[in-house]
């Protein structure tokens, strides 16, 4: 299958899952919620990073797999993007460590991005943008996140770990070609975390309607209109996943069947992983898609902003699912732990330091 | 010029919380003057040896305010620090004054003060013997190692985890009868269940404790014991060998450093050891021990266990296991326990001319081997 | 601050990465990049890039406190043989040590060597893990 008139694609995907999980009931339980919410955002359990695991970990696990795909010279790559609301170090980038320990150029851009769960698909922009202009052969973006939830918020039933990372590139070497990206961006204080608290806050019924709802839904018609799109034109639509029921309604807001939705459907099982949630999504459906099929994905991230992207998969993808771990593999691997293991691996235990 | 170890002292090791380690040397070097019949006033060189002071008393070079503080005048004070086989190095440094001509009268003192801080800074601080860059940098620990070469052993040679105990009981059985010894309990294979467990299969009971101590050596040549009576205890020769990391040896069962330095000096000063020689070697784990009495060709590969009850001689003083572990001093507490030995002095009757001290750093990291012998 | 800064970043090439230096004279190798070959001293080496697999050959299964490492214990502390030929010793993390066995198939990851908390530096280096998929 090729493309002629596309300049860019995706080169190579990665994700990665922390190994633990801890069942949604658990953490419900734990804090004296009945049991039924997790049901009633379809939530069964979540991905939890362990100790030794962060951001960056997790960044360069997902960004190393979307090297082995791509089998590119990490000599080539001229920027390198993480988007994140969990950064390490909250002054230091995140992106140079993994780009050294993947011996990426040292020609490039290089930075972390901050816009709640959507920086990672920002950073995918502008990937696209930097080859596109020829300023770069090949650019990384990395969505990953160990996310904080304030224990005992109803947030800590979906706030989990876990990263996807997209190799940009010419669109001839692509398993997928961009065929349109399209931002919408509001100032809508739906969920923030000041500087120096640990813990997000949330509006609860406001991160809903006039959040994630309409900022999804007016990306993705500005999208098909600039396109010529319908709904029925896509094999598979992926929205950003706070939890299992938002994306199967925001789906049918847009007017896309059950059945394009739910394959790439993750959080239920590995709960909210912020700026590798739609990411995740979408590697999910590449690697098990075919030739010719049109995939949208549609980030969010709160305060507030949504992406919607329209890429066609090339035949390339085929040869290149089976070189690095697959998300349906990463799925199944997995460790229960309880909330007190949970709560040693996420640091939410008080203790004396230094 | 030949040299002789004309005074010995040794604490007991222990965690001496009241006492300073200027406290602990005072008492040892009272002792080692006492028995030569020599002064302070008399040493030519005082010859220093300890491993973490730097990490754990925040003091650098000991030597001078050791000299300082127990009223050396005048004195050529130096401090030498090489990790576990500190005090053999120290030795070593005064074994070449006094053959070179250069002194007469070295003051050998090893100290350690182990208990100054909890066990978890303590054990970061000891790990400290093994490679920064590679190993202390990845939190590999000195345990670790000696767990994984105890799972090699027992698999290799179809000895049971629960026999290697033997060794650590035969220590504790030595150290009862030790003064100075820090565990001074008998310890037997049913609370092999109940050890605290350090680094599996490693426990507790296969490990040395954690201790305070110090330990000094008067070392002379000829003119000095001209005028003495009695046995005379010689340090015939000082040996050593390093070794690869752990993870570069081909057979981690097989302490080659050891082995190497045991067949420099056996040819050198043709020696034989034999399980009827007193041997006091480095049981920082009791797996070690059985791995340096196979190097020391003292029994076949795989077969240490079944030697020990046939060695009388063997860590006569406990060990580290049950004397206790005070690293910088260690070596010097196994000469002064061979000495005891070899003059008469000891608990133990021995009839043997030579005698060896065995020490290393690490799993074999650097191997020493002191060889002494006695001159009636 | 507990974590030099200087050594740890000149160090990044044996802890982001592992090297395997190569003897030309005598034909052996070592893991770690090195200016002279271990086993017979010659600088006649090159140095290697290793694909971070290998087999488990020995492990433990490590309660020993050293400060700062509370959080991560029990640790798994382990000796792999790469595929390229030399044994290197490091963590193996993210396994249960009851259900982990000798000759296991293993793959270097980045992780948390320590973090010195809570304002100094973080050190990150590779570790390993049972295989995912290669």
Known sequence: ?354 | MRTYVVGSGVTKVDRHYERNYLSLINEAVNKALADSGLDISDIEYLVVSSAFTDSILNQVDPSTYIAQNLGFRKTRALTVSSGEVSGAVALDYAHALIRSGKARKVLVVGFEKMSEYPSWIINRVYSKILEHEIEGIKNVSPPEYAAMIMQEYVRRYGVSREDIVKWSIKMHENAVKNPYAQLQFNISLDLLNRALRISEPITMLDSHPIGDGAAALLVTDESITKKMNGALIEVVDIESSVNLPIYLRDDITYFSSTAAAYKKISSKNEIRLDKTVAVNVYDTYDIYGLLIIEALEICGRGEALKCLDEMPYLNIGGGLKARGHPVGATPLYQVHELRELMSGSSWVKYDGEISLAHSMSGPDNNAWLILLRRWV | MKHSISIFWRLKDNHYKIYVTKCRDCGKAAAFKRLRCPHCGSQNVEHLESRGLGELINYTVSYYRTEGSEQYLPRVVGLVRLDEGPVIVGEITDVDPNELSASTRVEAVLRKYSSDDPNGLIYYGLKFIPIIKR
């Open chain 1, 1 to 354: 299958m090729a493309y002629s008139g596309f300049r860019s694609g995706i080169i190579g995907w990665g994700a990665y899952i922390p190994i633990y999980r801890i069942k949604a009931r658990d953490i419900a339980r734990q804090w004296g919620f009945d049991e039924r919410i997790t049901d009633s955002i379809w939530m069964e359990e979540k991905a939890v990073a362990g100790t030794d695991e962060d951001t960056v970990t997790m960044g360069w696990y997902a960004a190393r797999s979307a090297l082995m795909r791509a089998g590119v010279d990490p000599r080539d790559i001229g920027a390198v993007f993480v988007g994140t609301e969990s950064k390490p170090y909250a002054v230091k980038p995140s992106s140079t460590i993994i780009a050294d320990a993947l011996g990426i150029s040292t020609k490039k851009l290089s930075t972390d991005l901050e816009f709640a769960c959507r920086a990672g698909s920002e950073g995918v922009r502008l990937a696209v943008s930097l080859v596109e202009s020829g300023a770069v052969k090949y650019g990384l973006a990395i969505g990953s996140d160990t996310a904080q939830a304030n224990p005992g918020d109803v947030l800590e039933l979906t706030a989990s770990s876990g990263a996807a990372a997209y190799l940009v590139g010419p669109a001839s070497e692509s398993v997928a070609v961009f065929e349109g990206l399209v931002t919408y961006v509001t100032d809508t204080p739906d969920f923030w975390r000041r500087d120096g608290s640990r813990y997000p806050t949330h509006g609860e019924g406001f991160t809903g309607e006039p959040a994630y709802f309409h900022h999804i839904v007016a990306a993705v018609n500005m999208l098909m209109k600039e396109l010529g799109l319908k709904s029925s034109d896509f094999d598979y639509a992926i929205f950003h996943q706070p939890n299992g029921k938002f994306p199967l309604q925001v789906g049918r807001m847009l007017g896309f069947p059950k059945e394009k939705v739910l394959p790439g459907i993750v959080t239920p099982w590995i709960g909210n992983t912020y700026n590798a949630s739609a990411l995740l999504g979408l590697a999910k459906v590449l690697e098990s898609s075919k030739p010719g099929q049109r995939i949208l994905v549609a980030p969010f991230g709160s305060g507030a902003g949504a992406d919607a992207i329209s890429v066609l998969v090339t035949d390339k993808v085929l040869e290149r699912v089976g070189k690095a771990p697959t998300v349906e593999e990463l799925l199944s691997r997995k460790k229960y732990i309880s909330y007190a293991e949970y709560a040693k691996f996420r640091n939410l235990i008080y203790r004396n330091l230094g």
